[in-house]
Every structure is written in structure tokens, then in C-alpha cells.
């Protein structure tokens, strides 16, 4: 599966982004599709996850109750609210098949080319 990550850019605080992960290939709905994101010196985190059924969801504390994330045809969205400086990074997003969910990187073998949110204080 081929992933293209798209929506980021220059948000102030407060304020809100909608990413987009489109997916080519057939067989989309057998992966598990996550969103990561890696700030500038810092180590690639996890932020959230949607299984291939889209039943289980799953998502970083930091994050939560200001993001969600879903998934429909070929796609998966991840709808940021309630921005904060501290969420600006590359945001990437990744799909597994072997897990229905999780939060490690090393788990997913296919990446994105990544999107950059910015946020202004």
C-alpha cells in the first residue's frame, strides 16, 4: 500500500487542522492505519490509530479529546482541534496488517512522506 499524507501548515493556537492519509491499493481496509508525528530533535511519537475494521481506536494521551481520527474510502482523516505550540511537528501517517492495533513505529512498514503543522503561539 502506497500512503499520502496531506492538510498541514500554519495554524495559530487554539485553532484547528484536518489531515488527510490517502491510500492506494486495493486492499486499504486490511490495514491498520496510525498517525505519528516527530518535532524537530525529538524522537518520532505515536498520536493515534484506527484498526482495519475502524471498530478500535486508540489515542496518545496528549492528544486525546482534541483529536480524532476515522477512516472511510481510501482514506483516513485526522481532525485536530484545540491546537497548542507544543503539537507542532511532521506528521506522519503509517498501515500494518499484522496487528489490529499499535502504538510502536517499528510496527508499521509502510510510511507517508510526512506533512508539517505549525503551530504559533
Known amino acids: 500500500v502506497q500512503l499520502q499524507a496531506s492538510g498541514g501548515g500554519l495554524v495559530q493556537a487554539g485553532g484547528s487542522l484536518r489531515l488527510s492519509c490517502a491510500a492506494s491499493g486495493r486492499t486499504f481496509n486490511d490495514y491498520t492505519i496510525a498517525w505519528f508525528r516527530q518535532a524537530p530533535g525529538k524522537e518520532r511519537e505515536f498520536v493515534a490509530v484506527?484498526?482495519?475494521?475502524?471498530?478500535a481506536l486508540y489515542y496518545a494521551d496528549s492528544v486525546k479529546g482534541r483529536f480524532t481520527i476515522s477512516r472511510g474510502s481510501a482514506m483516513v482523516i485526522l481532525q485536530m482541534s484545540s491546537l497548542k505550540p507544543e503539537d507542532t511537528a511532521v506528521y506522519y501517517c503509517?498501515?500494518?496488517?499484522?496487528?489490529?492495533?499499535?502504538?510502536?513505529?517499528?510496527?508499521?512498514?509502510?510510511w507517508g512522506q510526512g506533512t508539517l503543522v505549525t503551530v504559533s503561539s
Open positions: 484506527i484498526s482495519w475494521s475502524g471498530s
Open positions: 503509517a498501515a500494518q496488517r499484522k496487528i489490529p492495533i499499535s502504538t510502536m513505529p517499528l510496527d508499521y512498514p509502510y
